[in-house]
């Protein structure tokens, strides 16, 4: 049984209230209701987060509010931005570029956006949403969602949401590069991009020097460099050919490389633990068959997994531990996967307009935002010592209820008659009546179809 909730979250008023000249003043305190709920233990599912509000707003306005309202999304995500901007004083940091799959059962076939899809983690195919988001961190405490983009297939069995609209294919790449390009667009500074290998591709790396943006990128070991030819190459005519290199092997090239570097933890004198070696590295400044540009690109193996891994930067200044310590930042993105699931169940939500799905992904994103905001606050102002875990503060807001509900029970007889009518009426659900089965043929004609 969970604990209804008795009043939203200063913090949750005051850092979603940058809405307001996008969405009337109840359209905003919906908005504010569902994510109370959603921090506060419920499912994004309509029928708990009323009861939750013990039925303040019934499911039907719950469920116009997310598919049939009056709004802009375009508009709100400009205004998140602006918000991001002004909270914070930005310069540099990290994009990061990664997708997620936003798992459906097979009876979910008409929430929008849903195809069926590859799952390279579960090794089959399943019926999903593909969701790229943009990720911001300065290799600190402050961090939060940019925007997302929609993955639409370019081809395969089209879904039952598909038969009346066209979504324009694009891939995952020129979904990143939209982003970035609306990212800068919208004032946010330069950064380092991260990504994996999915995107360590030409059309990704060229643009990204169109934007002048660095990037530290995870690179496939299939990938070939360029080496000046022994000897030059001719053509069958006897001239000189145009290419004159020849292709090898990224593996290959890093296995003449004598020199190598080990990278990990130093001794820590006052707990005692030892050195720890995580990566034997090396590194060297190549380029690449796949794409134009030189790149630094470093050879890391982990001992203890047996990995090899080969990043690459077009920054040719930087070194070894540079390069690894600004990748791991990537990790981030991957936190906000697993608390957008588990903590704000953004795979729990089965509203199927375009309207309603955007909205639920942009308000996933806007409480980590205010999450890691809350976080931030309480570093910089001396209320904690050290950064916490998003879940510590999400059950910091718990707790803070559970002591409000406490107060409410004891003062309040309106409020507990309410809580014990709607859970007692929530207890039982009665079946359908079973109809009984009659002879067509005992019916007179009475205008029925017939069957096709």
Known sequence: MKIPCVDRPEWLVVGLSFLQPAMTAIQLNNLILIATALVLGSRFNLSEIS???LKAKGVSTLSYFFSEINISISEMQKLYAVQVMQTYSLSEGYYIIDDTM?????????IHGVC???DHVLHTNIQSKCIVFLYYSDGGFIKFP???RIYYQEAGKPMPWQQEDDH???TKNQLALDMLQWALEEGFPKAIVLADSWFCVEVFIKGLRKFKLPYILEAKNSYKIKLPCKTPKLTPTGRLAKKQFDLRALPDHFESIS???DCGFERDLETGKPQKVLYHTKIASVRFNAFPGK????????PAQ???KYLITNQLQFETTKILSAYSKRWVVEEFFRNAKQLSDMEGATIRSEQGVTLALCLVSWIDFLLHYENYKGTIEGSQKESLTIPSIIRQAQAENMLAFIEKIQNDEDFVKKWVKITKDNINHPRKVTKELVHFDDIQDIGLPKAA
């Open 306 to 308: 047996g990995t090899t």
């Open 295 to 302: 790149h630094r690109v470093v050879q890391s193996i982990d």
């Open 168 to 170: 324009v294919h694009k």
């Open 116 to 118: 069926c899809l590859y």
């Open 51 to 53: 009861r939750m509000w």
């Open 146 to 148: 940019i925007t997302f």
């Open 259 to 261: 020199s190598s570097m």
């Open 102 to 110: 936003q798992h459906h059962s097979r009876f979910c076939r008409w």
